[in-house]
């Protein structure tokens, strides 16, 4: 198995939400895998007043992301020996000094070669501030071993500010030191999808405005906005999901074929997609930027929270917990094709999918139930859950006559692995500690697709005129959704929790 280099993982907010939940849970798998070098320590860093044990106990003794077992709990004890930590208050550079001295310990204990991943799991306006506060003490330079910085999303607030951070980050570090995390780009499905258009002769010569009537990418989510509405209310699903996650998984889509496979080839076409986004024009944002915040409801028997009744949002909030654009690609392969993107909270189901849908054949020659059969065949490409592929086409029901009817062809990824699929974290922790940017947002791409949503952003602001739709929790959204698409004769497929769910059977 190939492991990675040696060297020290520090966490900056080591003792924040994130870093219990996912980050810790991540490397401990990476380390029961097999995949950490020998030589490897981690340091947790953080304003909280703990000791190397308390830290320990909180992040991996006592974490309930991470199973136990008398094998794990083995494991977690020689783990626990490569965990430490360091309470500073990381606005003061005269604390860096602290850190300094306790890598250089640990670079000796563990023989790290000097090889450090600075991981930012902090609030956003830290982000500028620690970088700078490591440069100040010297730990931005490669002369020994190599630095990388590893920082959360939001990346930005809007294209000022991503354009302010990636200049003062770029003051210190070079492009090729940051990775910028998006962990969209850490799921299997998503990367999948470069696998399933270029490691294919069939889809891909009918991947273009020849063949296809129109792309939708949907992510619901079933749950509201928790404990997080202080953040959220400052965000919106714009800015939390669509800016990022569902405009990467876009360009995934929508991308030319890379020249090779390396990151650099990836992440260019991936920026020329993403430069060739048609912006809305501001006479479209009534029809084609729809905006709706859930309100109270009834789900499945139970009553459900408004957007406006949960805890930190204001009562007269307008910040969207749904959102839907239509767009298009301004390029050879994809001019005229609207894609439609969405996203939501309180929506009926957890699921996230693509749906390719293909022009319908020239001639309408066969009937089904309803008539002439001229259904568009589609392909739907499932992120998660039950992860995999489904194209629906017609076939001739056994009998007299030619009658149709809709059949689907399925593939799902339990059938091709028999472990779970692995969590995005541990991929992206991992590629960061091999040195590989591939899954990680480059600074371009996050700046063009702040220029695509900055002026809606800046609209569902400042124009009272720009209605915010309510919805009912555990609908599918506002109705103004629907009517964006349907002028295409079309609808959104709301698609189920199993992927080939037919009308008979749809699990929520
Ligand atoms: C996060 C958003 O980036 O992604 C959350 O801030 C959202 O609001 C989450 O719930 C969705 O991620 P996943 O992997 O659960 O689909």
Request: proline share 6%.
């Amino acid at each position: 198995m190939k492991s990675t280099e040696p060297h020290i993982f520090v966490i900056f907010g080591a003792s924040g939400d994130l870093t219990r939940r996912k980050l810790i849970p991540a490397v401990f798998e990476l380390y029961k895998s097999g995949y950490l070098p020998d030589d490897f320590a981690l340091l947790g860093v953080s304003r909280s007043k703990l000791s190397d044990e308390q830290f320990r106990h909180q992040v991996l003794e006592s974490n309930e992301h991470i199973e136990s077992g008398a094998e794990t709990d083995r494991q977690k004890a020689a783990f626990a020996e490569r965990l430490f930590y360091e309470a500073i208050d990381t606005k003061e550079v005269a604390d860096y000094q602290r850190v300094v001295s306790r890598l250089s310990e640990l670079e000796q204990r563990f023989g790290t070669a000097g090889n450090i991943i600075f991981y930012l799991s902090t609030p956003p306006f830290l982000y500028d501030v620690i970088p700078a506060r490591l440069a100040e003490v010297g730990l931005h330079r490669q002369e020994n071993g190599w630095r990388r910085l590893v920082i959360e999303k939001p990346f930005g607030a809007d294209l000022a500010s991503a354009r302010n951070l990636n200049a003062s980050l770029k003051r210190n570090f070079d492009e090729s030191q940051i990775y910028r995390i998006d962990h969209y780009l850490g799921k299997e499905t998503v990367q999948n999808l470069l696998v399933t258009r270029f490691a294919n002769g069939i889809f891909e010569p009918l991947w273009n405005r020849n063949y296809v009537h129109h792309v939708q990418v949907t992510s619901a989510e079933p749950f509201g906005v928790g404990g997080r509405g202080g953040y959220y209310d400052t965000s919106g699903a714009l800015r939390d999901m669509l800016q990022n996650h569902l405009m990467q998984v876009v360009a995934h889509v929508a991308m030319e074929p890379p020249v090779d496979a390396s990151a650099d080839a990836i992440r260019a076409e991936k920026s020329k997609l993403f430069r060739s986004l048609r912006h809305l024009d501001p006479s479209d944002f009534r029809t084609d930027a729809i905006r709706g915040q859930y309100t109270s409801s009834m789900v499945r028997g139970e009553k459900v929270n408004g957007y406006r009744d949960e805890e930190g949002v204001p009562d007269d909030s307008k910040t969207e917990t749904y959102a839907a654009l239509k767009f298009y690609i301004e390029n050879w392969r994809w001019s005229g094709v609207p894609f439609y993107v969405r996203t939501g909270k309180r929506l009926p189901t957890r699921v996230a999918e693509i749906v390719v849908t293909f022009k319908r054949p020239p001639q309408a020659l066969f009937r089904d139930a309803h008539g002439m059969f001229d259904e568009n065949n589609q392909l739907i490409m499932r992120i998660q859950p039950d992860e995999g592929l489904l194209l629906s086409f017609g076939m001739k029901v056994p009998g007299e006559g030619f009658n149709v009817t809709k059949v689907g062809m399925d593939f799902h990824y339990k059938d091709l692995c028999e472990d779970d699929v692995p969590a995005a974290y541990e991929r992206l922790l991992l590629d960061a500690m091999k040195g590989d940017p591939t899954l990680y947002a480059h600074g371009d791409s996050v700046e063009y697709c702040w220029e695509f949503v900055d002026p809606i952003v800046d609209a569902w602001k400042n124009d009272p005129d720009l209605p915010v739709y309510g919805y009912p929790a555990g609908t599918w959204g506002p109705e103004a959704a629907d009517d964006m698409i349907s002028p295409e004769a079309m609808t959104w497929r709301n698609p189920c929790r199993n992927l080939t769910a037919d009308l008979t059977y749809c699990e929520l």
